[in-house]
């Protein structure tokens, strides 16, 4: 059946990418843009926009001496605003002997990839004090000015990111990103009260609109998304471990950290589709599946979370790799939920109007899986009780002949007793009678040998007159 539809959901690896063709992913946040090629078209926007308004239409003109000291002005609070964030001082520090610098190096070289908290011991060493004083520098500054917009410390905290890039050079590429993800878990860590759901920004507002559009697209059937599902097996969901990563995701405070629930949650999604499927997934799978997944948990704060990674996070974690790819899709289906229509799920309008309003509730094969799986249990049940019924009756049956046997045993007990009794009271009396005949003989016996004694004698007497 899901041949003969046409699929609604579809990415291909182009429409990922930047729209400025740079090779780097793009964002729906960016407006296909990477977040390089959007910070750049933004900034190129911001220095247009003073020349474009010099001659408005309410007779505020400047004259160009006048626009020329306001922007030395501005261009020189602006630098002495940066030596305040990044070296904490009015004026820069001197240079470090290459010794420090080698032995700063050496040591934050020799950190196991992740290893945090040995980068924040490393961090209190004497040799990082400069690196230490400037992360600390720029947490206190922006704590101080939290009530600027969430935009601007966006480009306050990328700025820094490139300037403290600096401190690392002379270690391989990898471990300058790690070392820059041990700077941004530090520096995010705790600006992220100050930043967070910004005051400046609509983000909660936004939170609470894709929550309420998620909620109402709970009719939405794995069918209906072509989401791949393992056919038989366990009853259980085998995206249940992707919708808790998803779901775990706000309690992270580092955009890092995010990211990383992310990835996990993309992770298992391929994982369930490797199930379901015996092909490799492809983009459309993956896609839907994440769609599934996010419709599914409806994670808390989602729209403040991916604005949070997109403003605050390393540029190199968004713009390629895994965690590129999987947050450009994960942007992808927010967009694609807030957009969808029938079309995209092979529905009507109408069909799309009637789910929407709850005058239609869908019949999915899932559901009927379950039903038939319902049905069974229940036969099942059924014929336990009956097989546990003849059981109970069999019992019932053995227990009456337990005791018709007990009994009549117990009857033959008594007959062979009062038969014992009778054979022991007959018995006795013979023996008595036997016992008396006996005393008779022996007294019989014993007169006649007194006879003959007395007999004896007087023979004897005779013989001898």
């Given amino acids: 059946m899901w041949g003969e539809q046409k699929r609604g959901i579809h990415v291909s690896q182009a429409e990922l990418l930047c729209k400025d063709g740079c090779g780097y992913y793009g964002n729906p946040a960016w407006q296909g843009y990477c977040s390089k090629c959007w910070r750049e078209r933004i900034r190129k926007t911001e220095t247009t926009k003073p020349e474009n308004g010099l001659h408005g239409d309410g007779g505020f003109q ?17 630098s002495s605003t940066m ?20 032995a700063a190096l050496k040591a934050f070289q020799s950190l196991e990839p992740g290893d945090f908290p040995g980068f924040l011991k490393l961090l209190r060493k004497p040799t990082s004090q400069r690196l230490q004083s400037r992360c600390t520098a720029f947490l206190n500054t922006i704590e101080a000015y939290h009530d600027l917009p969430v935009e601007k410390q ?21 471990q300058v990103s790690q070392m820059m993800e041990h700077i941004e878990k530090l520096i995010m860590t705790r600006l992220h009260k100050w930043v967070f759901c910004h005051d400046s920004c609509d983000d909660e507002q936004k939170d609470l609109t894709l929550q309420r559009r998620i909620k109402s697209l709970n009719w939405v059937t794995p069918q209906m ?33 995010k990211l990383i629930c992310v990835s996990k949650c993309s992770q298992n999604v391929f994982q369930a589709l490797a199930l379901a499927n ?4 492809n983009a459309d ?55 969808l229509d029938g079309p995209a799920l092979n529905l009507t309008p109408e069909e799309f109007s009637s789910y929407m309003q709850g005058r239609r509730m869908p019949s999915s094969p899932a559901e009927g899986d379950s039903q038939r799986r319902a049905r069974e249990n229940r036969e099942q049940l059924d014929d336990l009780k009956k097989r546990q019924d003849k059981v109970d009756q069999g019992v019932r049956a053995l227990q009456e002949q337990l005791e018709q046997w007990v009994r009549s045993v117990q009857e033959k007990v008594d007959e062979v ?8 009271n007959h018995l006795t009396e013979s023996f008595e009678k036997s016992a008396g005949n006996a005393r008779d003989q022996s007294v019989l016996v014993l007169r006649n040998d007194a006879s003959h004694e007395m007999l004896q004698c007087s023979f004897n007497l005779g013989l001898g007159n």
């Fill in 62 to 78: 400047l004259t160009f001496s006048k626009f020329e000291e306001k922007k030395s002005v501005e261009k020189g609070r602006r």
């Fill in 83 to 102: 030596k305040r964030l990044f070296w904490g001082t009015p004026s820069p520090p001197r240079q470090e002997s290459s010794e420090i610098q080698e």
């Fill in 154 to 174: 966006s480009d306050l905290v990328q700025d820094f990111y490139q300037n403290i890039a600096v401190h690392f050079n002379g270690l391989p590429e990898a």
């Fill in 225 to 257: 998304l072509r989401v791949p599902f393992p056919k038989g097996g366990s009853d259980s969901d085998p995206y249940l471990p992707a919708i808790t990563a998803i779901i775990e995701m706000d309690a992270k405070r580092a955009p890092q950290d």
């Fill in 278 to 281: 015996s092909q490799p997934a």
């Fill in 285 to 339: 799978d993956f896609l839907s599946g994440l769609i599934y997944v996010v419709l599914r948990a409806n994670p808390p704060r989602l729209h403040s979370n991916m604005n949070y990674i997109t403003r605050f996070g390393l540029p190199h974690s968004l713009m390629a790799g895994e965690t590129g790819y999987y947050f450009t899709n994960l942007s992808c289906t927010v967009a694609f939920i807030e957009k």
């Fill in 417 to 424: 007793t009062a038969q014992s009794a009778l054979l022991e």
